[in-house]
């Protein structure tokens, strides 16, 4: 009698994938997926996988795997197991600067005056003066420790985004 072994955990590659959320009103549909009838599938959508015919049902995203397969897979597990990495390639200080100098002051307000405000909001709970730039470098730090903790990529682009407003505040001196 062969001796079965314990269940063991496992960590899943980082390999990027391409995948295409599936909304039936859209057309071209992700490719693969038909009517369901058309693969003898007793359901109103479905994608051919290795496996045969699987039900692919609105917000499902069609994931084409590392050798060119496709399969369905729940709005919910997708994100889970999944983190959106377009644009990865553009350098982090081009998607600072675009952030920066786009729409973030027609959404937020001038960056100066945030800081300001958050300064004169931790001079009520600390008691001390702080100047809009402490604030700025307060956000530096955050993002720097948040980095030290878990990278994501968004905290290095927002870090170098602070600098930016740091410099941009002195008058590039």
């Given at each position: 009698m062969r001796c079965v072994t314990e269940p063991k955990k496992y960590r899943k590659r980082p390999?990027?994938?391409?995948?295409?959320?599936?909304?039936?009103?859209?057309r071209p549909w992700p490719?693969?997926?038909?009517?369901?009838?058309?693969?003898?599938?007793d359901a109103p959508f479905a994608i051919q996988t290795l496996e045969g015919p699987h039900l692919v049902t609105p917000?499902?995203?069609?994931i084409?795997?590392?050798q060119g397969e496709k399969y369905p897979c729940k709005n919910d597990i997708f994100w889970q197991t999944y983190d959106d990495v377009t644009g990865s390639d553009t350098p982090a200080i081009e998607i600072a600067a675009k952030l920066v100098?786009?729409?973030r002051a027609a959404e937020y307000g001038s960056a100066k005056d945030n800081f300001q405000t958050?300064?004169?909001?931790l001079k009520l709970i600390r008691r001390k003066d702080l100047t809009a730039e402490?604030?700025?470098w307060v956000q530096v730090c955050l993002k720097l420790a948040r980095e030290g903790t878990k990278?994501?990529?968004?905290?290095?682009?927002?870090?170098i985004g602070y600098l930016e407003l740091i410099d941009q505040g002195r008058g590039r001196e």
């Open positions: 390999v990027v994938i391409t995948a295409q959320q599936f909304d039936p009103d859209e490719e693969g997926v038909v009517e369901g009838n058309t693969i003898s599938i917000g499902d995203f069609i084409t795997g590392v100098n786009g729409d958050a300064a004169d909001l402490d604030i700025a990278h994501k990529r968004d905290n290095i682009i927002d870090a």
